[in-house]
T-cell receptor, first 111, second 117 residues
Framework: LAKTTQPISMDSYEGQEVNITCSHN???????ITWYQQFPSQGPRFIIQ???TKVTNEVASLFIPADRKSSTLSLPRVSLSDTAVYYC????????????FGTGTQLKVEL | GAVVSQHPSRVICKSGTSVKIECRSL??????MFWYRQFPKQSLMLMAT?????????EQGVEKDKFLINHASLTLSTLTVTSAHPEDSSFYIC?????????????FGDGTRLSIL
């Protein structure tokens, strides 16, 4: 299983764009990159998933360089409600393999 | 979208009690579900992989006789914490994926807060 490394914490202010980078140097060919958000006492919530280049949905963008050894989750114009822990996971979703959670990034958004 | 439901959301019970937690996939079939445990201020730790119609696969260090897993149907997996003790108090979370739709992310339940007195 590919190991991921993220910053432990990040601070931001409302209205700012937040970029959280994740390193996954030993990502395998079949692995996808998935980001989840978790609020206290809740299960993780799916944010976005990608394999290469750029993926965008209504809440975030995911940037993946050509070597796929890292990825960046971009949250445009964060608000207080985006304060949460963000997890980057790498796994073979197509094969349904288990996912291993890293430490995650605690994002704190202030006024 | 895919929804995973967990029940109960919170359990408080005496030491020695066995507690059953249910995990259901509401609008898709899940041949495989996963059970995690999360202690305060820590990340999720995978406990076991629940396989429909066969035995669960446990992670190293997780006692299979302590944490009984049953996956009797394509939409339901149960985790039973047998003879629970205070050290078993934790946040238990399940996840499942819709394998019939190809590359799909895992979806998580809202977790069960287990408190053993």
């Amino acid at each position: 299983l590919a190991k991921t490394t993220q910053p432990i914490s990040m601070d931001s202010y409302e209205g700012q764009e937040v970029n959280i980078t994740c390193s996954h140097n030993n990502i395998a060919t079949n692995d996808y990159i998935t980001w989840y958000q978790q609020f206290p006492s809740q299960g993780p919530r799916f944010i976005i998933q990608g394999y290469k280049t750029k993926v965008t949905n209504e809440v975030a963008s995911l940037f993946i360089p050509a070597d796929r050894k890292s990825s960046t989750l971009s949250l445009p114009r964060v608000s207080l409600s985006d304060t949460a822990v963000y997890y980057c996971l790498v796994g073979d979703e197509g094969g349904g393999n288990k996912l291993t959670f890293g430490t995650g990034t605690q994002l704190k958004v202030e006024l | 979208g895919a929804v995973v439901s967990q029940h109960p959301s919170r359990v408080i019970c005496k030491s020695g009690t066995s507690v059953k937690i249910e995990c259901r996939s509401l609008d898709f079939q899940a041949t495989t579900m996963f059970w995690y445990r999360q202690f305060p201020k820590q990340s999720l730790m995978l406990m076991a992989t629940s396989n429909e119609g066969s035995k669960a696969t446990y992670e190293q260090g997780v006692e299979k006789d302590k944490f009984l897993i049953n996956h009797a149907s394509l939409t339901l997996s149960t985790l039973t914490v047998t003879s629970a003790h205070p050290e078993d108090s934790s946040f238990y979370i399940c996840s499942a994926r819709d394998y019939q739709k190809g590359n799909q992310p895992q979806h998580f339940g809202d977790g069960t807060r287990l408190s053993i007195l």
